[in-house]
């Protein structure tokens, strides 16, 4: 299994960044999956996880409204739309399946600061 993060970067408060996820190495289609975040000093925490079909999503109170998960399946990759950013979201994220049980990318850092 490889999972490779992307499209991080520097934002001012209230921007938005779109992530990407491309998964390999396993049937993506068959796999729910999640997206994780590790802010400075702090443990790592889940932040939003969808179906494998992409129907049904789930998102952590604290990103809820803000954030939004999907997939394309047919690019075997997942996205995180991320908007109304604050310096409260700055960490690195990464994707995983829902149990976070295979091998973590190096993940992308989001800063967001002015």
């Known amino acids: 299994v490889q999972l490779v993060e992307s499209g991080g970067g520097l934002v001012q408060p209230g921007g938005s960044l779109r992530l990407s996820c491309a998964a390999s190495?396993?049937?993506?289609?068959?796999?729910?999956m999640s997206w994780y975040r590790q802010a400075p000093g702090k443990e790592r925490e889940y932040v939003a996880r969808?179906?494998?079909?992409?129907?049904?999503?789930y998102y952590a109170d604290s990103v809820k409204g803000r954030f939004t998960i999907s997939r394309d399946n047919a690019k075997n990759t997942v996205y995180l739309q991320m908007n109304s950013l604050t310096p409260e979201d700055t960490a690195v994220y990464y994707c995983?399946?829902?149990?976070?049980?295979?091998?973590w990318g190096q993940g992308t850092q989001v800063t967001v600061s002015s």
């Open positions: 969808i179906s494998n079909t992409g129907m049904t999503t």
């Open positions: 190495g396993f049937t993506f289609s068959s796999y729910a």
């Open positions: 995983n399946g829902v149990s976070g049980g295979w091998t």
